[in-house]
């Protein structure tokens, strides 16, 4: 009988691998496709019902969809502009007509009050995609051509254009580096040279598959991607799919250590592992899902794509990973050699210290710990997530940004970005009156059809475009819009007031209700995968709390970092829902991993011998996956754009407090000063010693 399962015992795993080979080879290059199927167009990423949201697509009907770019002039010697220089910057930009790519005509070229600029307006078509670059280089080397003067290129399409260069590293440079750093971690946690390019092929075909199912629902508009949701599924596949590979080897070695033959092994630390991964993929998983509840579309998108990502994780490591571990055996620790999570050496023998910390002093323990986390929460209102302004979009100096502020330097700060308002026609005189007299705004006109003509009336509507003050993306350019809409209102109900001031105003407030519908949703999904996982309610309870002042902490001492640091303003609306999905449900992950081998340990040994053994066992894998989250995620840096340096410092950071300070020593230490009743209502709450 042992004859004839031998060969079946080998199969199965060699049938595994060769799946898996296969799909790797069918789909490893869909993580870089991405790109083909994602848009950098932030107007894609508005909330759904917002004011400013309607106003898009009423002002379709007054022009052609475009997207504009403004070319701004500056005199090289800062003398005032002459007539000459604006007659040439006039015929630059009607050179320009007939370039593909450009939507209609452009402006004259019309100069500041100051006299010491130029400024005018090239209409850009929207779904340029890739060629956006190259028509704005057209642009620029038109512009070039005023003598003595200096051009950039500012507003939307210029905008755009930097974000794509932005991301353009999504698809070589991050992974490369978020490769290399798992990589290093894992040679130097494993001193194997096998092992960590095992772990590394598993999650590269999690991300290949994961990618390919992306490419086919965003090419088929079921959700839509771009370069942050890009990266962010990227980071997230590579260090979900390591964390828990880190967690089915650390069995895999426990069980090889013991005695078992590789099969046996191999089986025993997938059934072992099973539940802790599971439950942990569900905890980031249908956190992530909540996200389909906001109403901004980039939440929206990243809620599924991101689910995905984790599914395919769990999958490669429940199926390739045991298989490839079950051929290979202990070979693939060569050249270490396999010891039990017993052995008093190495990184075991500081787990026993710490597991001895917490036996002895328990109370004293959690309580200091808490008072540490406690402090940093404190700094919790330092954080501004009042959206970040233009000029701190992107970490480094972006052209488009340096345009924008010359722009603002001679023209009102809103020119180029006015607040658009959708009135009906028999409104249009009050409705101007309204605008044109609201405190912020420099102007106000009515759309016409023609330079100079009537009033351009489509469906009984007009539009009016309202300059402001102050520069578009200002604390004080929101504040106008706030007016601006109360005073529209008053003249005409029915009217809209929408444009970038506008669209960044909705987008925060909408952010903010996102959040405080969000994070309450999340906590219970992740409080009942607790419940059922640990049949306990009081133990879930303690995890939650423990993770969530980690969270508060976290923002916290980030608050303080970004301000005084990184000289951040203030972060993006959507940076604390993010930091809280993230840091919350992979912060729980830890926890389950400990807590689910604790009451593997409680059922054997009882609570108090749980707790030290179940800290012991998995202190170090834990600690390893926490280290190599945290630098998937810091890897965001990469990007140079503000949001994902702050997500990154966030998880980052977390990850290693929860991982070094919550997981290691909080939690432990509740538990064992609690004892047995932290169960509760389980038998295990009645245990009435320890069992031998």
Known sequence: MNSARRPVRWLVPLVLVVVWLGLGGAFGSYAGKLGEVSTNDQAAFLPQNAESTKVITEQKAFSRQEIPVIVVWTATDGADVTEAQQKAATAALRSLADTDGVAGAPSPAFRSEDGKALQGVVPLSPDLGERLEAVLDEVGEA?????????????????????????????????????????????????????????????????????????????????????????????????????????????????????????????????????????????????????????LTNNRALGPVGAIGVVCAVLTTLTFLPAVLALMGRTAFWPAKPKSADAET????????????????????????????????????????????????????????????TLGRHFPGGSGQPAVVITDAANRNAVREAAATTPGVADARVTTGTPGGPPLVVDGKVRIDATLADAPDSDAAKRTVQKLRERVHAADAGALVGGYTAQQYDTQRTAEHDKNLIIPVVLAIILVILVVLLRSLLLPVLLVATVGLNYLATLGIAGLVFEHGFGFSGTDASVPLYGFVFLVALGVDYNIFLMSRVREETLRLGTR????????????????????????????????????????????????????????????????????????????????????
């Open 143 to 295: 512009a070039a051509r005023v003598p003595d003067a200096r051009a950039q290129l500012a507003g939307p399409a210029a905008t755009q254009g930097d974000l794509g260069e932005a991301f353009a590293g999504i698809d070589g440079l991050l992974l490369g580096v978020a490769l290399a750093a798992v990589l290093l971690i894992l040679l130097l946690v494993y001193r194997s040279v096998l092992l960590p390019f095992l772990i590394i092929i598993s999650a590269v075909f999690a991300l290949g598959v994961a990618g390919a199912i992306v490419y086919v629902l965003a090419d088929h508009d079921v959700v839509r991607v771009d370069g942050q949701v890009q990266g962010i599924l990227s980071i997230l596949v590579i260090g979900a799919a390591t964390d828990y590979a880190l967690l089915l080897t650390a069995r895999f070695r426990e069980e090889i250590a013991a005695g078992r033959d590789r099969f046996a092994a191999a089986w025993a630390a997938t059934r072992g592992s099973f539940g802790a991964i599971t439950a942990s993929a569900a905890t980031v998983a249908l956190g992530l899902l909540a996200l389909l509840l906001s109403d």
């Open 346 to 405: 190495g990184g075991h023998g500081v787990w026993r210290r710490v597991a001895h910390w917490v036996d002895a002093r328990p109370r004293q323990l959690w309580i200091v710990t808490t008072a540490v986390l406690l402090v940093g929460a404190a700094f919790f209102p330092a954080l501004q997530s009042k959206g970040v302004p233009l000029d701190e979009v992107f970490v480094n100096d972006a052209p488009s940004v340096a345009a924008q502020q």
């Open 609 to 692: 011998q749980g707790v030290l053994r179940g800290l012991i066992a998995t202190g170090g894998v834990i600690t390893s996956a926490g280290v190599v989250l945290a630098a998937t995620f810091a890897a965001l840096i990469v990007i140079p754009l503000a949001f994902l340096a702050q997500i990154a410092f966030i998880v980052a950071f977390g990850v290693l407090l929860d991982t070094i300070v919550v997981r290691s020593l909080l939690v432990p230490a509740l538990v064992r000063d609690i004892g047995p009743k932290v169960w509760w209502p389980s038998s295990l709450a009645h245990e009435a010693a320890p069992k031998a």
